[in-house]
């Protein structure tokens, strides 16, 4: 892997004086999808969270591009290059989808923000369907489809993406990893967080496993799958 786009040395961070991190250390090169797995609780949102600005960091280093982003405001850091689409979605319900995509663009020029939301409409053609429909009205998987349109609205050199799957059915699922493949194979820089695992490690090139706030193992996507050993250790099945 050439220099990486993303790097954490020995991140530390938690909830108000609780540690949830423990000295974790992984590195996303530019146009990767990296994936986070583990059971519940081990510290994979967390750790997007603490990227994102979101959760205090006690300890450590977050290089983006070779930038210290460590303790800069969320805003800065998304207009740094960091998108975050959050675990179960989070839209705007009483908002229109063409209005969550707008918010999405706050960095953006207006003029920026009508041909971002026209290029969100060509990636997800069933939001522009639904261009002027309350979000809180679609279906799980178009909501997951703009939560990730949304985060694509400022043009991010790192999409951290939590959980997409999460309380969707079989179908949807394979529509939602359809649209993380393809976003992949377009040059998106991706830390995904899935708690599928077989999911995580079909659309990934690499992954690190967590377990109660560290990282206990990194290798290939293919590496984990021949060895069910050590997923059956950290993730119990």
């Known amino acids: ?9 020995n991140v530390e961070a938690g909830y108000g004086k609780v540690k ?3 000295g974790v250390n992984l590195q996303v090169g530019a146009g990767e999808l990296v994936a986070l797995i583990g059971a519940n ?5 967390t750790t997007l969270r603490t990227i994102s600005g979101l959760v205090t960091l006690f300890v450590g280093e977050i290089l983006l591009d070779g930038i210290d982003i460590s303790r800069w405001p969320p805003h800065e850091i998304v207009r740094a290059g960091v998108a975050h689409c959050p675990e179960e979605r989070h839209v705007w319900p009483a908002m229109t989808v063409e209005e969550n995509l707008r918010v999405g663009g706050y960095v953006c020029t207006r003029g920026e923000i009508k041909r971002r939301i026209e ?16 979000a809180g009205t679609l279906s799980g ?4 489809m703009l939560a990730i349109a949304r985060a694509l609205m400022s043009q991010p050199r790192l ?7 999460l309380g969707l059915s079989p179908l949807l699922i394979e529509q939602v990893l359809l649209a993380v493949t393809q976003l992949r194979d377009k040059g998106v820089t991706i830390l995904l967080v899935e708690q599928d695992v ?21 290798d290939t996507a293919e590496g984990l799958l021949r060895n069910p050993a050590l ?4 993730l119990g099945g």
């Open 1 to 9: 892997m050439s220099a990486p786009l993303l790097e954490l040395r």
């Open 20 to 22: 949830a991190l423990h």
């Open 41 to 45: 609780g081990a510290g994979k949102t």
């Open 119 to 134: 290029d969100m409409f060509e990636r997800f053609p069933r939001l522009k369907e639904r261009m002027r429909q309350l």
């Open 141 to 144: 998987g178009e909501q997951q």
């Open 159 to 165: 999409l951290l993406l939590d959980e997409p799957n």
């Open 198 to 218: 077989r999911n995580a490690l079909a659309v990934a090139s690499r992954a690190y496993v967590f377990e109660t706030g560290n990282v206990v193992a990194e």
């Open 231 to 234: 997923l059956r250790a950290y």
